[in-house]
């Protein structure tokens, strides 16, 4: 059973870049979409985007301009930026996987524990 | 960008009862594209249900899915101690995810 752990700093000062990954175990990385969705405290899960482990990636458009993710299948992880954060960044931030192989709009089908990022100078 | 709504906010049950989650979406959803999740505190969230009623796999019979359009119900046929968690839905439209706010199911 594929496993998924993030890992990454838990504060991050405003206006620098937030950097996670997500190590994947278990499982190959191949043929799947990889996503990042993260909930500010006391508000609803936000989806932050996906990447195809050949990359490709698709961001939800209230993020784009700052959002980068990507792959390394010699690693099995993907990873996340988000550069120029604000406090409105601070969340727990999970990694997923697409249900079904090869489909991008399918829901996720195994997701990691989360870890909490806190942008605070 | 559709908007899920998830009511009750949160719903106070005992063991044994039956649970009624609703999601109201503010336009049409394909069915194809409407999950359920279940949240633990500390856990990873857990797929229930995808298109709407079909079990993910390992998901125990009690759990169903079921509507269309903009109005879907996830039902727990009989409440185990296990279950009491917040839900989630989730649907994708247009290249976006979405999810409502959740509902909070809690031990009465």
């Known amino acids: 059973q594929v496993q998924l752990q993030e890992s990454g700093p838990g504060l991050v000062k405003p206006s620098e870049t937030l950097s996670l990954t997500c190590y994947v175990s278990?499982?190959?990385?191949?043929?799947?979409?990889w996503a990042w969705i993260r909930q500010p405290p006391g508000k609803r899960l936000e989806w932050i985007g996906y990447?195809?482990?050949?990359?490709?990636?698709r961001y939800n458009p209230s993020l784009e301009n700052r959002v980068t993710m990507s792959v390394d299948t010699t690693k099995n992880q993907f990873s996340l930026t988000l550069t120029s954060v604000t406090a409105a960044d601070s969340a727990v931030y999970y990694c997923?996987?697409?249900?079904?192989?090869?489909?991008?709009?399918?829901?996720?089908?195994?997701w990691g524990r989360g870890t909490l990022v806190t942008v605070s100078s | 960008e559709i908007v899920l709504t998830q009511s009750p906010g949160t719903l106070s049950l005992s063991p044994g009862e039956r649970a009624t989650l609703s999601c109201r979406a503010s336009?049409?959803?394909?069915?194809?594209?409407l999950a359920w999740y279940q949240h633990k505190p500390g856990q990873a969230p857990r797929l229930l249900i995808y298109?709407?009623?079909s079990r993910a796999t390992g998901i125990p019979d009690r759990f169903s899915g079921s509507g269309s359009g903009t109005d879907f119900t996830l039902t727990i046929s009989r409440l185990e101690p296990e279950d009491f968690a917040v839900y989630y839905c989730?649907?994708?439209?247009?290249?976006?995810?979405?999810f409502g706010q959740g509902t909070r199911l809690e031990i009465k």
């Open positions: 997923a996987r697409g249900r079904r192989p090869y489909v991008g709009s399918s829901s996720f089908g195994s």
């Open positions: 278990g499982g190959s990385i191949t043929n799947y979409y």
């Open positions: 990447i195809y482990y050949t990359g490709s990636p």
């Open positions: 336009q049409s959803v394909s069915s194809t594209y």
């Open positions: 298109g709407a009623s």
């Open positions: 989730e649907q994708y439209d247009d290249s976006l995810f979405t």
